[in-house]
């Protein structure tokens, strides 16, 4: 342990330990993902596991979930030595998981979601008054209200996952795992699941938690165990951890007094000079109403308001994936209405969607190929050599520190973590050599190094000249990143602030409507 670090608590007895891993490992092939993991998880206690992506914590929740089968190491469950070779076999020890991509029918109910697979019958047929009451219980016994009858895919994505919760602890597991269930939410989203988690901790439930945002794990953990290249380096008491130190673990280093984020502000509020990368005058679709702004050449514009206002929205209708239904829009000065994200290509506008996993990337291909995919749209014919689109694989895994297994461009983009794949969209993008890019929550799911590496990306193209538009629930990364913000509220553009406007203050007061 380093010294100045946080150092691990005393080791409590082994009767108040709902769950001990001794020495877990996991190799694949010749690569060891996971080396010597010990971790205990209290009664009625949470653990914050942290850790960059690709630091392991994937790997090592899948082991405890019975996912994956671990190649060394022991498990233990109140005391007991168990094996969790399937998720049956953990569900049965008292382990349940929600992970960040929800498992639930949005064409099913709330009450059939919760019973899924696992419905009361009778004569062989369905009880499904039966369904609805064992629903509404179980409901009521979280204190929680979703109505049953609705399809789940009408609900709120906060709504959504607190269904999920509800079907995981229906059966009173003793181990509840979290893997990022706030990763796609607002922070008043967020805190309906932390109340939801302070009253199962309440009731003798033992919480294994993940986030990257370190306010989130100061909130609900007691505990904490720092993952990096696939070994435990750090453990404590979360009140005992100092922030800069969680940091310091998790990239083996520590931070910069001044980080990315704030030199890019630096650089991002001197107001550029120089013709308009890109106009927009009363942009409206189905969505968004009324939203007018210019960007010049260097400047970095957020878009900010809370989940739903029309962010993503807007951003969409920018690169031609929302039809327009008025307004207009010129790119450096020549009238631009793309039809498709494709077209605006062309025109020199490149687009890194939300979800990377249905959107931004091609799952079937490897690294290289993805990397190369927006680049051949612009060229003709769509092709690209073969030693061309190694080349330039190579330069960004290079320049954006993409972590690939062995290094090798050839790797498919599958087996990269979610910020090593936000890297490799982002690549995607920038070999198209676009004058404006659009953003939209770049940084979302992603470990903290790698938002300080995307914010790092985000200056360097301000600095090239381009035009950036950043989309993010974050207020504190549009505070930080950009010299200009349109706020967005219920469709309507509520206000575009600049300079010593942007504050915390002003976003919140204009993103919820209320401007005074």
Not at 408 to 428: D, P
Request: neutral net charge; aromatic residues 4%; glycine residues 8%.
């Amino acid at each position: 342990m380093k010294p100045g670090l946080a150092q691990p608590p005393a080791r409590n007895e082994s009767r108040q330990l709902v769950l001990e891993t001794i020495g877990l490992t996991k190799r694949y092939g010749a690569v060891t993902v996971l080396s010597d993991v010990s971790l205990q998880l209290g009664r009625s206690s949470v653990l914050a596991l942290v850790g960059e992506n690709g630091a392991g914590k994937s790997t090592l929740l899948k082991i405890i979930s019975g996912a994956v089968s671990g190649d060394g190491g022991r498990i233990r469950i109140n005391s007991e030595d168990v094996s969790l070779d399937s998720p049956s076999s953990a569900n049965s020890a008292g382990v349940a998981t929600v992970y960040q991509e929800l498992s639930l029918q949005p064409d099913m109910t709330v009450a059939e979601n919760l019973f899924l697979g696992d419905y009361p019958r009778r004569a062989g047929l369905i009880e499904w008054k039966s369904v609805r009451r064992g629903a509404a219980a179980s409901l009521d016994e979280l204190g929680v209200q979703v109505p049953l009858d609705t399809a789940v895919g009408r609900l709120s994505l906060a709504e959504q996952y607190i269904v999920e919760i509800a079907k995981a602890v229906r059966h009173q597991p003793s181990i509840l795992i979290l893997d990022e269930p706030t990763a796609a939410l607002d922070a008043d989203d967020s805190e309906r699941i932390f109340r939801l988690m302070d009253d199962l901790k309440a009731r003798g439930t033992s919480m294994i938690f993940v986030s990257h945002r370190l306010s989130e794990l100061y909130r609900v953990a007691d505990s904490f165990v720092v993952l990096r290249d696939g070994r435990e380096v750090a453990s404590g008491r979360m009140e005992d951890a100092a922030p800069d130190d969680l940091v310091a673990n998790m990239l083996g280093r520590r931070a910069q007094a001044t980080s990315p984020a704030r030199d890019a502000a630096r650089s991002a509020r001197v107001t550029p000079t120089g013709t308009y990368a890109l106009e927009v005058r009363d942009l409206a679709t189905q969505q968004v109403n009324g939203v007018s702004f210019s960007g010049r050449a260097g400047q970095v514009i957020g878009v900010a308001g809370l989940r739903g206002s029309g962010q993503s929205d807007l951003c969409r209708a920018l690169v031609g994936a929302e039809p327009l239904t008025g307004g207009t829009m010129k790119i450096q000065g020549q009238d631009y209405r793309p039809r498709t994200p494709s077209q605006a290509l062309r025109s020199g506008v490149a687009f890194v969607p939300v979800d990377r996993k249905t959107q931004g990337i091609f799952a079937n291909l490897s690294v290289a190929q993805n990397i190369s995919m927006c680049q051949t749209v612009k060229t003709a014919p769509r092709v690209i050599a073969r030693g061309d689109e190694r080349r330039i694989a190579e330069a960004y895994r290079d320049s954006l520190s993409i972590k690939l297994p062995e290094g090798r461009v050839e790797s498919s983009i599958t087996a990269l973590s979610g910020g090593n794949q936000q890297k490799v969209v982002l690549a995607k993008c920038l070999a198209s050599a676009p004058s404006v890019v659009v953003l939209s929550e770049p940084t979302r799911g992603v470990d903290i190094s790698a938002k300080m590496q995307i914010h790092t990306v985000i200056k360097q193209l301000a600095d090239e000249g381009m035009c950036v538009i950043v989309s993010s629930p974050e207020i504190e990364e549009l505070t930080s990143l950009c010299s200009s913000v349109v706020v967005m509220h219920r469709g309507e553009m509520t206000a575009y602030l600049e300079a010593d406007e942007i504050n915390e203050h002003n976003i919140l007061r204009f993103a919820s409507g209320t401007e005074s």
